[in-house]
C-alpha cells in the first residue's frame, strides 16, 4: 500500500500556517478544527511542522504560559516527509525511527498532504481486514476432495 491510497481516502483538506503566526493563534486553529499537527508553509514552500509536541515544550518552558511566540521559534524546521509512492511499511518505520506522528507528504516540492499515525494504523488495519475476509472466502469455497 502506497501512501497515495491513504491521502485518497482520507482528503485533501490541509491546514497550513506561516512562521508569523502566533502560536496561540495555531493552538486555536488546532483546537478548533481537531487536528494534531499544522504544516508550516512560507512562500510556497514547506518551512516546517506545529504539533502538540511543540506546543506542549513551549508551554513547559514558559511556565503553562504560550506568550506572544510565533511558530517560527518553536516549530520543527526540518521535518521528516515521505512522497506519495512511499510504501506504507516505509513511512511506519520512519515514525517509529523518528518519533513522530504526523508526516508531510511532498510530490517534489509541492505539499500533497499530511498522513498521521492514525492514518497510517487506520489503513493498515482496513487492509488486514480484507485480506482475512478474502483468504477466509477462499476456505470456505475450497473444493472437496473426489472420494477414491
Known amino acids: 500500500m502506497l501512501v497515495s491510497e491513504i491521502l485518497r481516502v ?11 503566526t502566533t502560536l496561540s493563534d495555531a493552538v486555536m486553529t488546532m483546537a478548533e478544527k481537531d487536528i494534531g499537527s499544522l504544516v508550516v508553509m512560507d512562500n510556497g514552500e514547506l518551512v ?26 518553536v516549530m520543527d524546521g526540518h521535518p521528516i516527509t515521505c512522497a506519495p509512492n512511499t510504501d506504507v511499511n516505509d513511512v511506519r518505520r520512519m515514525m517509529l525511527e523518528h518519533h513522530v506522528r504526523y508526516l508531510p507528504v511532498l510530490d517534489g516540492k509541492v505539499l500533497a498532504g499530511v498522513i498521521s499515525f492514525f492514518d497510517v494504523a487506520k489503513a493498515v488495519l482496513e487492509a488486514q481486514n480484507f485480506e482475512n475476509k478474502m483468504l477466509k472466502a477462499y476456505i470456505r469455497d475450497w473444493p472437496e476432495e473426489a472420494a477414491g
Open 10 to 20: 482520507k482528503g485533501g483538506t490541509l491546514f497550513t500556517v506561516t512562521p508569523q
Open 48 to 73: 516546517g511542522m506545529l504539533t502538540f509536541r511543540e506546543v506542549l515544550l513551549t508551554l513547559q518552558r514558559h511556565q503553562g504560559t504560550l506568550g506572544d511566540a510565533q511558530i517560527r521559534s
